[in-house]
Structure formats: C-alpha cells, structure tokens
C-alpha cells in the first residue's frame, strides 16, 4: 500500500514539474497577432508619359509600419502593371496586397465596346467587357477563353483592337486579339497553349 501512495507521490509530482515548465515557456507569449491592415487604391489610372509614385499606408494594431514595395510600371508604355506592397509585423507575419496600374494615352479614343458577351461555340461560357474609368481607349474583359476565368485588358482605337502589355493568367505569353465592327464578334487566339475562341455579344 506504501509502494502504491509513493508511485501517486512521484506521479503527481512529475505532471506539477510538468505544467510548472509549461507556465516558464509561454509566459509572455500572445496568442493573438495583427497583421498588417494597408490604406491603398487597388486601381490607378496613369496617362502616357505622366509620372507615377506608389503609395500606400500600411499600420498593425493603429500603429504605421514599414512597407517594402514591387513595382514593374512603365509609364512610358501603354499597358497594365502591377505594385506590390508588403509589410511584416511585430510578431514576424507577412501581409501584401497588389495595386493595378493602368497607363494609358488620352489621345486615343475606342468604340465603346462594353456589354455582356459569350463564347459563340459554348454559350455557357459568359464575360462582361467594360471601359476601364479613366480611360478612353483601355477596356476589361472578364473572360476571354479558357474555362470561364481569363481575365484580358486591351486597347480600342476607334474600331481597331489590340494587346497591350500585361501579365496573364495560366503561363499565357499573349494572345492575339480581333474584332470585328459589322458582326461586332470577337476572336483570341491565345500562346503558347494555340487556344482560339469568337465571342459574340449576348441578345
């Protein structure tokens, strides 16, 4: 019965040592971390030529902290680019967000070319085209091929189309673009995957 009470002891008194290290290796430690909230315009419209310097705020818990950025805008070319900005804090975390950058030159002016469109050969597939606000020239398009997910930006000049520099989706290098004013379709023909598609607006 002895043996018995003194194995309880020696347990009890190994799980007390136990937790009593336990309670020296937290101690201090918070559970909880902020990472970095930023202050940003996720899109900027920039005209050819302009000057562009990226700007953002970036704070943890109210209080401003450091922020690293990335940028590969090139103002002197008409075309969409990215800024990243990034932020790590107290407790080693890192946060980023991305700017889109859109250069563009006023003396250019598209046909308005927005509206609801689809695949001509598989009318599930669906986009939606606008005007980038800003612009007169630089137009969105939701989709442009692939599955239902591939996001183009392109250039009217009155009823003429055309690439302009970005970066796609899927490893895509660039897609060849078309467009037609009287049937009022569009065709992509995308590198280096040979994918083509005609899209038509919906009725």
Same mark, same amino acid.
């Given at each position: 019965?002895?043996?018995?009470? *003194?194995?309880?002891?020696?347990?009890?008194?190994?799980?007390?040592?136990?937790? *009593?290290?336990?309670?020296?290796?937290?101690?201090?430690?918070?559970?909880?971390t902020n990472y970095a909230v930023f202050e940003y315009e996720a899109l900027v419209v920039?005209?050819?030529?302009?000057?562009?310097?990226?700007?953002?705020?970036?704070?943890?818990? +109210?209080?401003?902290?450091?922020?690293?950025?990335?940028?590969?805008?090139?103002?002197?070319?008409?075309? #969409?680019? +990215?800024?990243?900005?990034?932020?790590?804090?107290?407790? +080693?975390?890192?946060?980023?967000?991305?700017?889109?950058?859109?250069?563009?030159?006023?003396? #250019?002016?598209?046909?308005?070319?927005?509206?609801?469109?689809?695949?001509?050969?598989?009318?599930?597939?669906?986009?939606?085209?606008?005007?980038?606000?800003?612009?007169?020239?630089?137009?969105?398009?939701?989709?442009?091929?692939?599955?239902?997910?591939?996001?183009?930006?392109?250039?009217m000049d009155g009823d003429v189309i055309s690439e302009i520099p970005q970066t796609y989706?899927?490893?895509?290098?660039?897609?060849?673009?078309?467009?037609?004013?009287?049937?009022?379709?569009?065709?992509?023909?995308?590198?280096?995957?040979?994918?083509?598609?005609?899209?038509?607006?919906?009725?």
């Amino acid at each position: 019965m002895m043996r018995k009470i *003194s194995i309880y002891i020696l347990a009890l008194m190994a799980f007390v040592a136990t937790v *009593s290290c336990h309670k020296e290796t937290t101690e201090g430690l918070s559970l909880v971390t902020n990472y970095a909230v930023f202050e940003y315009e996720a899109l900027v419209v920039v005209e050819v030529g302009d000057d562009y310097t990226p700007n953002a705020n970036a704070t943890e818990n +109210g209080q401003s902290i450091a922020i690293e950025t990335s940028s590969n805008v090139d103002t002197n070319t008409v075309g #969409i680019y +990215g800024v990243t900005y990034s932020a790590i804090n107290s407790d +080693g975390f890192e946060a980023s967000v991305f700017q889109t950058v859109v250069v563009h030159d006023p003396s #250019i002016i598209g046909t308005d070319v927005s509206g609801n469109i689809w695949d001509k050969g598989n009318n599930s597939r669906t986009g939606v085209i606008s005007l980038v606000e800003g612009t007169t020239s630089i137009f969105y398009a939701t989709d442009f091929g692939f599955a239902g997910a591939f996001p183009v930006y392109f250039q009217m000049d009155g009823d003429v189309i055309s690439e302009i520099p970005q970066t796609y989706a899927f490893d895509v290098s660039n897609v060849d673009l078309t467009y037609d004013p009287v049937t009022r379709e569009f065709t992509t023909l995308i590198h280096p995957q040979g994918f083509g598609y005609t899209f038509e607006y919906q009725n």
